[in-house]
Each structure stands twice: as structure tokens, then as C-alpha cells.
């Protein structure tokens, strides 16, 4: 069974292999501000949808959480970029 300390630790492997998200960010030159705002509705999304499931989560899990999502939205950008260079 995976707990949180391995999710813990998976999560610290991909900010070490994969680089900062700020630097990731700023590859893809994805506006900062803009992005926190996205990551913030959507962790609000989360917590009013899972109500009292969400406050009685382990608080090392959140971490994970913001990695995933992260992950999802820059996966989302270059997967874009990539559209916008599709030649048809």
C-alpha cells in the first residue's frame, strides 16, 4: 500500500528530475500570477467538493496535490503549443 511518506518522497523525485515548476513556468512562459490564481481555483474546486474529506487528509498529501495539478496544466500548454504547430 502506497502512504504518504512514499507519496512524500515521489513528489520530492520529480522537483529534483523534473527542475523547479518556476522554471518550468518560465520555459513555457506561462505568466506566474496568472498560474496561481488557476492553481488556486482549482484547489478551491477540490476542497469545496471533497468538504470535511479534504480537512482530514494527511496536510503531506497537499504538496502531491499542487505537483499533479501542476503537472496536468503544463502538460496542457505544450500539448497547445503543439496543436498550434500541427501543419494540416
Known sequence: MIDAEDIERAEKVLRIIYD?????????QVDREIF????????DLLKQRYGNL??????????????????????????????????E
Do not use: C
Open 54 to 87: 479534504w480537512h482530514e487528509m494527511d496536510p503531506r498529501l497537499e504538496p502531491a496535490i499542487n505537483t499533479l495539478l501542476v503537472h496536468f496544466f503544463l502538460t496542457g500548454v505544450i500539448i497547445g503549443r503543439g496543436e498550434q504547430r500541427r501543419i
Open 36 to 43: 496561481d490564481k488557476f492553481l488556486a481555483q482549482k484547489i
Open 20 to 28: 523547479s515548476p518556476d522554471r518550468q513556468l518560465e520555459l513555457l
